[in-house]
């Protein structure tokens, strides 16, 4: 395998993973300020502003007008480091850089039995920025551009249905919007091929069905599924010295009048993603809620990438570079939560979730790293006058990883080394009903 095909795949392989993932890596997990303080175990409550994404049911259960919203800062620090014997090849930490999502949502009582709103979120707003020059020794001395950034937004109206005093069900219509850029270096194919940057945006649609049932006062539970969505990304892709191959008398294509740069293609299936959480309140006002979530990762497989540039399609299918196998595994969160509320207007919360990643060490890169998380929340709201503030803090403890060279040390497809990551998110919102 050239290492033009390893960079081509990094490079483009990230950007379809960054913007898939949701269960894992450098995305959110938890949207919503009180939901996130509470662990993220909202499914079987889900009755503020963010129940649009947790659970569409929770929707019925508005009974004023009602506006709120989000905003959360997403700060990571990750490093890696490469050695080999007693020789350094790299020893690199993430640049400072703040990574901003929120959310935005309203509810309006139709009748007494059904609600409409309409939310928009960022389910996506992250990525990786090195410094060059700390890969240096794995370019040929050159400093090149490592960087990725990665937003999505979501639209999503839908509505919620007060079937009986005990159940209720809602719907929300999800239409997604995905940006991505990344840069990095390309690789060699017989001389340095220099800066590689990917730009792509995408479409795609799905839909997100709940239920909720109130057994009692005291006790609710509830179920929430994101069906799988196809997502269609399109633009462009530009290697600095592609065109060189059709000039290099060893080259197979010398003579060939190759563009650095070519229209790229490529249509992704998000997956199935579920819910099911339990909503417990032992006293009036402490409240305890668990979730189990499950994301199908298994079902993402092969990815095939589509270039409109004829020497593009040739090179690439001759090294498989046009093909890529995640071999990712479906993976589950045990998620916790719990809120105390002081008399009528002072609330205390904290949470726990275990995320593990459905990537293996076959498909670890630096520019989208994926870990297990012990993730840890907390946060507290006050409410007066028909307004919650509502303040909210996550931190996510990454577990190292110390990835082996696949297949082989010296033909990796990956990028082995030891990895390390945590990520610290403080958010707020704010949620008016009149």
């Not at 990571?76 to 790299?90: A, H, Q, R």
């Not at 020497?311 to 809120?339: H, M, P």
């Not at 403890?397 to 040390?409: A, E, I, S």
Request: aromatic content about 14%; some cysteine.
């Amino acid at each position: 395998m050239t290492t033009l095909k390893k960079g081509l795949l990094t490079g483009l392989c990230l950007v379809l993973i960054t913007v898939m993932v949701g269960a894992n890596g450098l995305n959110l997990n938890s949207l919503g300020s009180r939901a996130l303080a509470m662990g993220g175990a909202f499914v079987g409550l889900a009755d503020d502003f963010s129940a649009a994404f947790w659970n569409p049911a929770g929707m019925a259960q508005f009974t004023k007008k009602t506006f709120g919203i989000y905003g959360a800062d997403l700060i990571p620090s990750m490093t890696y480091n490469l050695s080999m014997g007693p020789l350094t090849l790299v020893n690199a930490e993430t640049e400072n850089k703040n990574y901003l999502a929120g959310m935005a949502a309203y509810y309006h009582p139709v009748n007494d039995f059904l609600v409409a709103g309409v939310s928009l979120y960022m389910p996506s707003g992250l990525g990786a920025n090195w410094t060059g020059s700390d890969f240096s020794l794995l370019t040929a001395g050159q400093a090149y551009k490592w960087e990725s950034k990665v937003g999505m937004v979501t639209v999503a109206p839908g509505f919620g249905i007060k079937v009986n005093d005990k159940l209720k069900i809602g719907a929300t219509l999800n239409i997604n919007y995905a940006v991505f850029d990344l840069f990095t270096h390309a690789g060699d194919e017989l001389f340095d091929m220099g800066q590689q940057s990917i730009n792509l945006t995408g479409w795609g649609f799905g839909a997100t069905i709940g239920a909720l049932y109130k057994a009692t006062d005291r006790f609710s539970v509830g179920a929430s599924l994101r069906l799988p969505t196809k997502v269609k990304f399109s633009g462009t892709t530009e290697i600095q010295n592609l065109s060189l191959l059709g000039q290099v008398p060893t080259s197979p294509l010398f003579g060939a009048q190759i563009s650095n740069t070519t229209d790229t293609e490529a249509t992704v299936t998000w997956p199935f993603w579920m819910g099911i959480g339990l909503a417990f309140k032992p006293l009036d006002n402490l409240t305890f809620t668990a979730d189990f979530h499950y994301t199908d990762w298994k079902s993402i497989d092969v990815i095939d990438l589509d270039f409109t540039d004829q020497y593009w399609r040739l090179i690439t299918a001759q090294n498989e570079s046009d093909k890529f196998s995640f071999l990712w595994q479906s993976v589950s969160q045990i998620r916790f939560g719990g809120e105390y509320v002081f008399g009528k207007n002072i609330a205390v919360r904290a949470g726990y979730y275990w995320d593990p990643s459905p990537a293996p060490d076959k498909t670890m890169n630096v520019l989208l790293p994926s870990f297990d998380f012990n993730v840890f929340t907390f946060g507290f709201g006050y409410t007066t006058a028909g307004l919650t503030i509502d303040v909210g803090f996550e931190c996510l403890m990454g577990k190292d990883r110390d990835v082996d060279p696949y297949p082989t040390l010296l033909d990796a497809e990956n990028m082995f080394g030891l990895y390390t990551m945590k990520i610290f998110v403080p958010t707020i919102s704010l949620n008016y009903g009149w």
